[in-house]
Each structure stands twice: as structure tokens, then as C-alpha cells.
């Protein structure tokens, strides 16, 4: 055993790092400790290829173990199953700044799993995750260019903050995560409330300067500790395929890259591969795979040095150019709000749903957070790229994109107290050819309003792409990127907001970071081209409608005081079960006393309403009842219903003076089941209530 550990700050707090204990058969392992949280994290690689495999085989796993704050998992076999979304998008954020780093040609399996052993939930262990795997890489024997650092940047009160605490967090306008390398940026993740440029940017560049002293420390954990590089068999094209298939297809494939649609374009790209395939099938035979991939990076080169050289995109466009819009609103009759969002071959059709509080969604991962009342969900079927293939339940990437729309659209979600409803929102990805999130981005702000929900501003997204040439010292920044544009480019840039500013932003690169000049110019040309997009959404609705859907259900919310529940909710639920039964309204109240009340009938919620505030309210002198006889006694006097589960009692004296007679039994005047007006005219040491005869109905 070789036990060594090693401190560092981070946000004011102390980080220790511990090797050499645990996990011993791992090609890396450590651990970090924060205050309670304690995140492990092990990499490992497989020791040959894997055959057949044409990409980085890859695995990046956040393991959330509830065990960690000490709550026992809610499924019916009391164990984790799969990872929530949470974790999924924690994956994801492991995965994005570390995979560039890798070396080409690498096709055997690296796995990297990080567990969240311990959890205070002030001191969330996401961002331990991503350092952890930058960690357990760099000292381990897996080829790997890092290492790389990883923050969240909040801001409060005007102040950039390091890794904020729960109460940081709550005031903070941003939520950022960043990744980098010293030497520049790999990965941004970001919430915001419609923030600056200038403000995001900041809060990029402050994480970068923290980012440094990380990449610092681990290199002195990688000098005390750290294994020796293994040199894996690494995949490559020979010399003589690749000159051969460059002299044969050069000019084909200039010609069949001088189209500008792209359906043809591949067309003829797929006769290019077809005639080289052909041509070399004897003299490379078994070889296949060298002729397709020089042929992928040929038409790279030559698809970027048009762009770089000449400033023509694939499809024609200059590099600030967006595709044509075109949208459409209620374009679904018992949807509760519908759109449909189309830029170039991108479109989005975005459904709203509107339910009641019972409708939030229940969570079960490592927050504090036990259930969410505004859900964005991202759909992107086969047929959206013209492929036939099975439908299959949502992956990571889908996962991922519903996750970045939420995020862009949530900073101008109204509260429940202005609007009292759980909202869904589902993207349905109808047609894909670059840029599907924020075409979902834009087409759920649509959907929104035409819902009738009371957004604060509308949000629009946009794309950004980048095609970098360090050795000529050459680059292009290109607005709304497609597809070709996302696969053979250095950059996707993904940044959503209103007019005023930034509510979301994911940035993934696939070179080995980018710099501060390029992301003032990213962001900028990002804004121009999200108004551009927003005034396109806002001619066909400007803002939400002031009427919901017929088919919503019609909600209201007020407050109670909590100590009245059990008398709203009556004894084994009789009491708010009659009220449901009378009104035919659905009813849920919060312990906090916040009631909610869902019915299509306008009139029987008010009454609903009515009767619920006349339970929870103390009778005064003065005050009148209409109400139920429940129950008769000849010698005393009849007892009235006032509210549901509360009587008072008209006594048999005071009936004399209603019927202008002597009374001798209650049963002359009233009877149970009469319904009768009654006023409060005293109350008893006792607290009960005495009552007079206004009038038999």
C-alpha cells in the first residue's frame, strides 16, 4: 500500500485528496474529501482494442449511492437502479472536457466511475466528480493530455463566487460550470438569469484562474504518486491508402462538395465513396475502413478550408448567416399549448401541458430538492434524420438537450404563488439537421405562450460553431451551425436567452480549448443572432395569451393557516371528500397551508374555495350560516351544520320567539335534514357555539 494524501483550497475550503488506499486492480483511483462529501472515482482501460470499433469507446458513469445521505432508495426492490437525471447530466459533464484529450486512433475501452460516497448537500459533489476522474487520469497509466480543473462559478451580490454553498446559491444569478486545461477552456455548463455577455464571460475567466491552481496541484500529485504512460496500439491509415485515395478522389470530391443542398450534396458524396470503394476493391482489399476514413478527413479539410479560405459555409451561407425561419402556434386543438419551431432542415414541434401540484415531479437523487413543478422533455425519434430504425427510451444526449432547454427556460417561469400550475413542456424533434435543443428552446417559448403561461420574457437559442486552424493561424466562428458543420468543426456553442441577456449556455469542444478572444467573439455574434431569431418567433406571438386553454384545468391558490388543515381535511377525509364530491374540483394542500384547486367549472371552485375558507374561519358574533339540521333534541334544541365539521346550536327558548308560540318539543319547528339560515349570537365558556333562527329554507 502506498498511502499518500494531499491538501489543497478550493472556494475557501479545505480539499484533501486521497491515492494509494482503495481500489487497488483500478489503472487509477483516488478519493477527494470536502467538508462530508466524499466523492471515489476510478479509471480503468481495457488491454486491447476493441474490434471493429471506429470511435473512442468512452464511459463516464456519476454513481449517486443514497446511502450517502442516508436515505434508503424508493423503489420497490430498495436498491438504485438507473441513474437519475441528475447523475446522467453529471456524466455528461465528466465526459465533455476529458474526451478531447485522448489520444486519436485510441479504440480501447476507458471507464471512469465516480461515487458519491458521502454527501453534505451545502457542499454538492458534482463538481468533485469532474476534478476526481482529471485526477484518478493523470496519476494512473492511461494515456490522457490533461490534466484539466473543474469549478462552479456563482455570483452574489455582484461577486464571483467558487463553488457556492446552498445559501450562495440561491442568491446567485449564474450557475456555471467550467473546465480547462492551464492553458485554456474545454467545457462551460451555465443557468443564468439573464446575465450579461460581459457578466458570463467574467465569471468564465474567474473559473479559468481557479482552473489553473487546480491543473498546478494535480501535477504535483501526478510528480509524487503518478504511473508511467502506457503506449496503447493505436489505430492509423497507412501511407499508401491514403496518398493513393487523395490523388484518385481529390477532384471528384471538390465537385460533389460544390453543392449547396444537402440532400443532394450527400448524394453525391455517397457516388464519390462508391466509385473509390470500387476502384481500390483489389488493390486494398480488407482495407476498407483506411479508404472510408481518408475520404472523411479529405472532405474535413476540404469543407473547412472553404469556409476558412473563401467564407462559404456547405450550404452557401456566410459565417453570420442564420437559416430561414419559420414558425406556427396552436397548431394542436386539445393540446393546452402547441408550436412548431423550423430553422432550415431543424424543426421542433413543442407541447405544453398544465396540471396540478399532485402532477410535479417526485425526485429521489442526492439534492435537497424532493420534487420539481416545471419539466422540459426532448424527444428526437429515427425519423427525424430519415433513418428507420426502433424507437428506443430516451439516452444521455436526449436527456442532456431536454435538460439544457429546462435550463434555458426556467430563469422566466413564473412562481406558483402568480401561477399556480405544474407545467410540462415536450419537444418532439420533427426534422434534425443541426441545433435541435435550441430549436426546442425556441419552439417551447412558443408553445409556453400559446399555453397562456404568464413568461416573463421570451427565450430564444442559437448554436455557434468554430473551424480553427492553429498552424496558419486561421479561424471562423459560424452562427447557427448544421449538422456537417457540428461534426467536422472544433466547436459547439450553445447559448440561449431574452433580449436582455443569457439564461443558459453549453459549450463542448472537440481541440484542446479555446480562448478568451474567441469567446468574446462567440458570445457576441451569438447575441446578434438570437434577437435576429427572437424577432422571427415574436411576429407570429408576441406574448402569451391571456386566456388558457379550454381544456386546462382551471386552478386557484390561497393560503390557510396550517394548524387548520385537519379540520379542512376532516376526520379520516370525510370532510374534504364531501367538499370534492359536492364541487367535483381536485383539491391539494401543501403543509405549509398553500391550498390549490383544479376544476373545469369556474363556479363550483369559487364555491369549493367558499367553503374551504368558511371552515378554516373562526365565526364571529353577527356572522350568518346557511347549513343542515344534523341532529335534534326535543328537551334542548336543534344542532346546526355551519361548516363542514362544525355545529352550533339553536336553543329550544330561542325557537319560541321564531314560531310566535310556546315550543314544548324541537321537533314542532325543525327536523333533521331542514336547512335553515342561522346567525352567531354568543359562545359559551366551553367555546360552543350558540345560534338563532333567521329564517327555514
Known amino acids: 500500500m502506498n498511502f499518500k494524501t494531499f491538501e489543497t483550497e478550493i472556494g475557501g475550503r479545505k480539499v484533501i485528496v486521497e491515492t494509494g488506499k482503495y481500489a487497488g486492480q483500478a489503472n487509477g483511483s483516488c478519493i477527494i474529501r470536502c467538508g462530508d462529501t466524499v466523492v471515489m472515482t476510478n479509471v480503468t482501460m481495457a488491454k486491447a482494442p476493441r474490434p471493429g470499433m471506429d470511435y473512442f469507446p468512452l464511459g463516464v458513469d456519476f454513481e449517486e449511492k443514497l446511502y450517502a445521505i442516508g436515505k434508503i432508495p424508493g423503489s420497490f426492490k430498495r436498491r438504485e437502479g438507473r441513474g437519475s437525471d441528475k447523475a446522467i447530466l453529471t456524466s455528461r459533464l465528466i465526459d465533455r472536457p476529458i474526451r478531447p484529450l485522448f489520444p486519436k486512433g485510441l479504440f480501447n475501452d476507458v471507464s471512469v466511475v465516480c461515487t458519491a460516497l458521502s454527501v453534505d448537500t451545502n457542499i454538492p459533489p458534482e463538481?468533485?466528480?469532474?476534478?476526481?476522474?482529471?485526477?484518478?487520469?493523470?496519476?494512473?497509466?492511461?494515456?490522457?493530455?490533461?490534466?484539466?480543473?473543474?469549478?462552479?462559478?456563482?455570483?452574489?451580490?455582484?461577486?464571483?463566487?467558487?463553488?457556492?454553498?446552498?445559501?450562495?446559491?440561491?442568491?446567485?444569478?449564474?450557475?456555471?460550470?467550467?473546465?480547462?486545461?492551464?492553458?485554456?477552456?474545454?467545457?462551460?455548463?451555465?443557468?443564468?438569469?439573464?446575465?450579461?455577455?460581459?457578466?458570463?464571460?467574467?465569471?468564465?475567466?474567474?473559473?479559468?484562474?481557479?482552473?489553473?491552481?487546480?491543473?498546478?496541484?494535480?501535477?504535483?500529485?501526478?510528480?509524487?504518486?503518478?504511473?508511467?504512460?502506457?503506449?496503447?496500439?493505436?489505430?492509423?491509415?497507412?501511407?499508401?491508402?491514403?496518398?493513393?485515395?487523395?490523388?484518385?478522389?481529390?477532384?471528384?470530391?471538390?465537385?460533389?462538395?460544390?453543392?449547396?443542398?444537402?440532400?443532394?450534396?450527400?448524394?453525391?458524396?455517397?457516388?464519390?465513396?462508391?466509385?473509390?470503394?470500387?476502384?481500390?476493391?483489389?488493390?486494398?482489399?480488407?482495407?476498407?475502413?483506411?479508404?472510408?476514413?481518408?475520404?472523411?478527413?479529405?472532405?474535413?479539410?476540404?469543407?473547412?478550408?472553404?469556409?476558412?479560405?473563401?467564407?462559404?459555409?456547405?450550404?452557401?451561407?456566410?459565417?453570420?448567416?442564420?437559416?430561414?425561419?419559420?414558425?406556427?402556434?396552436?397548431?394542436?386543438?386539445?393540446?393546452?399549448?402547441?408550436?412548431?419551431?423550423?430553422?432550415?432542415?431543424?424543426?421542433?414541434?413543442?407541447?405544453?401541458?398544465?396540471?396540478?401540484?399532485?402532477?410535479?415531479?417526485?425526485?429521489?437523487?442526492?439534492?435537497?430538492?424532493?420534487?420539481?413543478?416545471?419539466?422540459?422533455?426532448?424527444?428526437?425519434?429515427?425519423?427525424?434524420?430519415?433513418?428507420?430504425?426502433?424507437?428506443?427510451?430516451?439516452?444521455?444526449?436526449?436527456?442532456?438537450?431536454?435538460?439544457?432547454?429546462?435550463?434555458?427556460?426556467?430563469?422566466?417561469?413564473?412562481?406558483?404563488?402568480?401561477?399556480?400550475?405544474?407545467?410540462?413542456?415536450?419537444?418532439?424533434?420533427?426534422?434534425?439537421?443541426?441545433?435541435?435543443?435550441?430549436?426546442?428552446?425556441?419552439?417551447?417559448?412558443?408553445?409556453?405562450?400559446?399555453?397562456?403561461?404568464?413568461?416573463?420574457?421570451?427565450?430564444?437559442?442559437?448554436?455557434?460553431?468554430?473551424?480553427?486552424?492553429?498552424?496558419?493561424?486561421?479561424?471562423?466562428?459560424?452562427?447557427?451551425?448544421?449538422?456537417?458543420?457540428?461534426?467536422?468543426?472544433?466547436?459547439?456553442?450553445?447559448?440561449?436567452?431574452?433580449?436582455?441577456?443569457?439564461?443558459?449556455?453549453?459549450?463542448?469542444?472537440?481541440?484542446?480549448?479555446?480562448?478568451?478572444?474567441?469567446?468574446?467573439?462567440?458570445?457576441?455574434?451569438?447575441?446578434?443572432?438570437?434577437?435576429?431569431?427572437l424577432g422571427k418567433m415574436l411576429a407570429v406571438l408576441d406574448k402569451p395569451r391571456k386566456e388558457l386553454s379550454k381544456f386546462a384545468p382551471k386552478i386557484i391558490m390561497f393560503n390557510i393557516d396550517p394548524e387548520k388543515i385537519g379540520d379542512v381535511i376532516g376526520k379520516q377525509g370525510k370532510v374534504i371528500n364531501k367538499i370534492v364530491e359536492d364541487t367535483g374540483v381536485k383539491i391539494d394542500i401543501e403543509e405549509d397551508g398553500r391550498v390549490f384547486i383544479a376544476g373545469v367549472d369556474p363556479e363550483m371552485t369559487e364555491k369549493a374555495k367558499a367553503t374551504i375558507l368558511s371552515i378554516v374561519k373562526e365565526p364571529e358574533i353577527g356572522d350568518l350560516f346557511i347549513g343542515p339540521v344534523v341532529t335534534v333534541r326535543d328537551d334542548l334544541g336543534a344542532f346546526v351544520e355551519i361548516t363542514p365539521g362544525r355545529d352550533g346550536m339553536i336553543h329550544i327558548a330561542k325557537l319560541g320567539k321564531f314560531a310566535n308560540k310556546r315550543v314544548n318539543a324541537v321537533s314542532e319547528v325543525l327536523n333533521v335534514g331542514d336547512t335553515v339560515k342561522v346567525e352567531v349570537v354568543s359562545f359559551t365558556k366551553q367555546g360552543k357555539i350558540d345560534l338563532k333562527l333567521i329564517e327555514k329554507l
Request: charged share 30%; hydrophobic share 35%; aromatic share 6%.
Open 127 to 533: 463538481v468533485f466528480g469532474m476534478l476526481g476522474s482529471s485526477i484518478a487520469l493523470s496519476i494512473s497509466d492511461i494515456p490522457f493530455a490533461g490534466p484539466t480543473g473543474s469549478v462552479v462559478v456563482g455570483c452574489v451580490d455582484g461577486k464571483y463566487v467558487i463553488n457556492p454553498d446552498t445559501e450562495q446559491r440561491a442568491k446567485s444569478t449564474m450557475h456555471v460550470y467550467v473546465s480547462g486545461t492551464a492553458d485554456a477552456i474545454m467545457m462551460v455548463e451555465a443557468g443564468a438569469n439573464e446575465v450579461s455577455e460581459e457578466e458570463m464571460l467574467g465569471g468564465i475567466l474567474f473559473a479559468h484562474e481557479e482552473i489553473k491552481k487546480q491543473v498546478k496541484f494535480i501535477n504535483s500529485i501526478v510528480k509524487a504518486v503518478g504511473k508511467k504512460k502506457l503506449e496503447p496500439e493505436l489505430y492509423h491509415i497507412g501511407d499508401d491508402v491514403n496518398a493513393a485515395v487523395r490523388k484518385y478522389a481529390d477532384k471528384a470530391l471538390d465537385k460533389a462538395l460544390d453543392e449547396f443542398d444537402r440532400t443532394k450534396r450527400q448524394e453525391n458524396q455517397d457516388a464519390v465513396q462508391a466509385d473509390v470503394m470500387e476502384h481500390f476493391k483489389t488493390e486494398f482489399e480488407g482495407r476498407e475502413r483506411e479508404i472510408a476514413d481518408t475520404l472523411y478527413y479529405m472532405t474535413k479539410e476540404k469543407v473547412r478550408e472553404k469556409i476558412l479560405g473563401k467564407g462559404i459555409r456547405p450550404d452557401g451561407r456566410k459565417t453570420t448567416d442564420i437559416r430561414d425561419i419559420w414558425c406556427e402556434v396552436g397548431v394542436m386543438p386539445r393540446t393546452h399549448g402547441s408550436a412548431v419551431f423550423t430553422r432550415g432542415q431543424s424543426q421542433a414541434l413543442s407541447i405544453c401541458t398544465l396540471g396540478t401540484a399532485r402532477d410535479a415531479q417526485k425526485l429521489d437523487n442526492l439534492d435537497e430538492e424532493d420534487s420539481k413543478r416545471y419539466m422540459h422533455q426532448y424527444n428526437m425519434p429515427p425519423y427525424s434524420t430519415g433513418e428507420a430504425k426502433p424507437l428506443r427510451a430516451p439516452g444521455r444526449r436526449e436527456i442532456g438537450h431536454g435538460a439544457l432547454a429546462e435550463r434555458a427556460l426556467e430563469p422566466v417561469i413564473p412562481s406558483e404563488e402568480e401561477f399556480p400550475y405544474t407545467i410540462r413542456v415536450v419537444s418532439e424533434i420533427l426534422s434534425s439537421n443541426g441545433s435541435t435543443s435550441q430549436a426546442s428552446v425556441c419552439g417551447s417559448t412558443l408553445s409556453l405562450m400559446d399555453a397562456g403561461v404568464p413568461i416573463k420574457a421570451p427565450v430564444a437559442g442559437i448554436a455557434m460553431g468554430l473551424i480553427k486552424d492553429e498552424e496558419h493561424d486561421r479561424l471562423a466562428i459560424l452562427s447557427d451551425i448544421q449538422g456537417l458543420e457540428d461534426f467536422l468543426g472544433d466547436m459547439d456553442f450553445k447559448v440561449a436567452g431574452t433580449k436582455d441577456g443569457i439564461t443558459a449556455i453549453q459549450m463542448d469542444i472537440k481541440i484542446k480549448g479555446i480562448s478568451e478572444k474567441i469567446l468574446r467573439t462567440a458570445l457576441a455574434q451569438a447575441r446578434e443572432g438570437r434577437l435576429h431569431i
